[in-house]
């Protein structure tokens, strides 16, 4: 029996967040002790498996900072403070940031942690005493330690202990803290040497390549989309990340690295050529490019065998991330017991391969792959346990599974595979989001960004003349920081989170310092926020409705409470979103649910409401509870029983997409009095 090849890449990644010489977030040091080092020494009880971890090369630098120096954070200076000296602008920082995480999983597990959360939920310093205080400080560092981590004796102790923390558990904690972050390169290079694992980059600072090329790339696929004008072309600086991300890495690792995922997957004819220039073997990126990119009718199949890609600067091996594979674990399994989704999982990976062999012959099993590609680190806080448990249950199914065979996707860009299907010259400019750069460049808030990056770029070019090659330099290392993906990221209307704004104030910031390397005035414009307010998620109801529920009338639902999907995005980004909002309403007796839909709700789709407050229940959703003339929003009531919340989670299936709203745990509205 001939195995199926499963190449799966695990994307870790974090932006660059010291701008002068200042962490302004947090994210690089608590993913670091709960993702970073715990995925790959994961891999040493699996030595049957073989895996693909992808980093970024300043994600990497950040890390080396915190090991080698105490560094400036503000959340770790908060950690550090002792409780007793807090003062009342402190208190309010810590209430405000202490519990960015996920409640279900990292905060209500731990009766102390979860009554300070409920006790922080009044908004009042004054309910707070030194010692609670002290447990928060120690509580929300604690909690970020992945199940790996904590293993130690020392982590053991403070889970154990639970409370009443001193200063002296604080400094221990800190202490394990970077002990954790120091064992991070060095598990996974000694894993790369053992061949259980392979490491990919992306690009230095992990910017939108095709982007810096020439902005005008997005109208390949979206050719009536506004643009930066004039466009932003600068393709040395693609080349420079590119370049640095190599040397960078084989400085660390000893060796050049042989692939890229390019940043978000994003790919454009004249990236493939830097790309093969800069002398890596391999890329990857998303289906849908490879949909968009060949002329002729394409069989989904296709996707499953790596293409020989030829541009004039060399030849290059690419991968076609299969994206509801990879999408199942980053949004959907985490609501599934672990060996439910890992048996999942691993039979759709053997239908796959009966598939193949059924429509190319089973010989073809010598050259498919399926490319499983995903992040690495956010979507498990959405999981129980970190995820740990489902990664065990996956990682001991495929060890155990004749059919099926991991592989390094070094391993998998063979000539022999690669020559299966006709090469490639050609590809349509788009990333792994709907094999376009709307997420990056598609709205007013990302053009006056990318017009500010222009602005800060030309006026470093305007002045070599005149200023030295160290202050050139140094204004250069600026912009290569801003040209990092994730500040584009966060001006979407679809992503919002509680730091969104810290990232508008970083990225003005950066192109503040250009101007100021240069000695000239800073431009009035980089003192006011690009981006808008973040909107709200979820609005409360305003007053009590009685909205028919079998016809949708607008005005019925004028003052019911929203549950704005669309916004509920954060630093994961699902290509499978199908609901746009939820409505809450009531009366004295029922509460409405009105459910938007963004297509039409075809047939064999399935929808339920799991409803856990006032009463647990689950209601069907179907083409009864469609309104009349629209095939886009579906109604239902429930009995209110005189409850003031309801607490609930949407679950929708279609075509095999599964989406859960939230990804874990359930909204909670206050009903209208």
Not at 519 to 545: A, C, V, W
Request: aromatic residues 12%.
């Amino acid at each position: 029996m001939k195995p199926l090849k499963i190449a799966m890449l695990w994307h870790q990644h974090q932006p660059y967040y010291k701008i002068n010489g200042e962490y302004k977030l947090p994210w690089l040091r608590l993913h670091g002790i709960k993702d970073y080092y715990d995925l790959p020494a994961l891999f040493f009880d699996y030595p049957e498996i073989k895996q693909t971890i992808n980093v970024v090369p300043s994600m990497i630098m950040q890390i080396e900072d915190h090991i080698s120096s105490e560094v400036d954070e503000k959340i770790l200076n908060l950690t550090r403070k002792p409780a007793a000296e807090l003062n009342d602008d402190d208190k309010i920082q810590i209430l405000q940031s202490f519990f960015i995480c996920n409640e279900q999983n990292m905060i209500f597990p731990y009766p102390r942690y979860a009554e300070l959360y409920e006790k922080a939920k009044k908004n009042d310093t004054g309910l707070f005493d030194t010692a609670d205080w002290l447990d928060l400080q120690v509580w929300y560092n604690l909690t970020w330690f992945g199940q790996i981590s904590r293993q130690s004796s020392e982590l053991k102790y403070l889970f154990l202990k639970g409370m009443k923390f001193t200063e002296e558990d604080k400094i221990l904690l800190l202490k394990v803290q970077n002990e954790v972050l120091s064992k991070i390169i060095s598990v996974m290079k000694h894993l790369q040497e053992l061949g259980n694992i392979e490491i990919s980059v992306s690009p230095m600072y992990h910017p939108i390549l095709p982007l810096l090329c020439n902005t005008d790339s997005a109208h390949e696929a979206l050719p009536d989309d506004e643009l930066p004008s004039p466009p932003f072309r600068f393709p040395g600086d693609a080349a420079w990340h590119l370049n640095k991300a190599i040397n960078f890495y084989a400085e660390r690792f000893g060796v050049k690295p042989s692939g890229l995922w390019p940043s978000e997957g994003s790919v454009s004819n004249k990236t493939m050529e830097l790309i093969a220039e800069a002398g890596y073997k391999w890329l990857a990126t998303d289906e849908m490019i490879m949909t968009e990119s060949l002329h002729h009718s394409v069989n989904r199949l296709e996707r499953f065998f790596p293409r020989l890609f030829k541009t004039g600067k060399g030849d290059l091996t690419v991968f076609f991330r299969d994206r509801l594979l990879s999408d199942l674990i980053g949004f959907n399994y985490a609501n599934m017991k672990p060996e439910e989704a890992a048996t999942d999982f691993i039979n759709r990976l053997k239908y796959v391969r009966w598939e193949i062999g059924a429509h190319f012959g089973e010989d073809s099993l010598d050259y498919a792959i399926i490319p499983v590609i995903l992040d690495g680190e956010n979507c498990w806080e959405f999981y129980k346990d970190n995820g740990k448990p489902f990664l065990d249950a996956l990682f001991s199914g495929l060890s155990n599974e004749p059919e099926l065979r991991t592989v390094t996707f070094n391993e998998a860009a063979d000539k022999q595979s690669i020559n299966y299907l006709r090469p490639m010259n050609y590809v349509r400019a788009g990333s792994w989001i709907n094999a376009n750069f709307d997420i990056w460049i598609g709205q007013k808030e990302h053009i006056k960004a990318w017009n500010a990056l222009h602005d800060a770029r030309n006026a470093i070019d305007k002045s070599k003349s005149q200023k030295s090659d160290a202050v050139i330099q140094s204004a250069i290392d600026e912009i290569y920081i801003a040209e990092g993906s994730d500040w584009f990221w966060w001006y979407h209307d679809a992503h919002q989170a509680p730091n969104k704004h810290d990232f508008d104030i970083m990225f003005r910031d950066l192109l503040k310092n250009v101007y100021q390397l240069l000695e000239e005035d800073i431009p009035g414009y980089l003192n006011k926020p690009f981006g808008k307010i973040s909107q709200k998620i979820i609005t409360y109801p305003r007053n009590e409705i009685s909205p028919d529920t079998t016809n949708l009338v607008e005005t019925e639902w004028n003052g019911a409470g929203i549950y704005n999907t669309s916004l509920a995005m954060d630093a994961m980004h699902s290509t499978t979103d199908i609901l746009s909002a939820v409505y809450i309403g009531n009366d004295k007796g029922n509460i409405y649910f009105r459910l938007d839909l963004k297509k039409e709700f075809e047939k064999g789709s399935e929808c339920s409401i799991e409803i856990t407050e006032p009463h647990n229940r689950t209601i069907e959703m179907n083409e009864l509870n469609l309104a009349k003339n629209s095939g886009k929003i579906l109604l239902t009531s429930i009995s209110r029983h005189e409850a003031e919340s309801v607490a609930f989670r949407i679950n929708l299936k279609s075509n095999e997409r599964i989406v859960n709203y939230p990804r874990s745990g359930y909204v909670k509205i206050e009903l209208s009095k």
